[in-house]
């Protein structure tokens, strides 16, 4: 499966707040990346919220997705992904 920019989806019910790490893509730089974000999660409409949610800093073309161990995409988000 190619990896796409944007999926279209539709947002479902609002799940709770959310926080989102900073990044630190330098470890052990000294940089603390500070404390995380707070932001509210949302249902994606058609999947379960331990498959996908979104949040609301993101655009409407990004979908956070559980990755099993094998790193492979669950099949619900394979078959909204085949939609888009």
Do not use: W
Request: charged share 30%.
């Amino acid at each position: 499966m190619k990896p796409r920019a944007a999926v279209d989806f539709e947002v479902g019910e609002r799940l709770g707040e959310a926080v989102i790490p900073r990044c630190d893509d330098t470890p052990n730089d000294g940089d603390d990346p500070g404390p995380p974000d707070s932001t509210v999660a949302y249902a994606i409409k058609g999947l379960h919220p331990d498959i996908a949610i979104t949040v609301d800093q993101a655009s409407d073309d990004i979908l956070f997705v559980a990755v099993d161990s094998r790193g492979e995409l669950p099949p619900e988000v394979k078959r909204l992904i085949n939609r888009s």
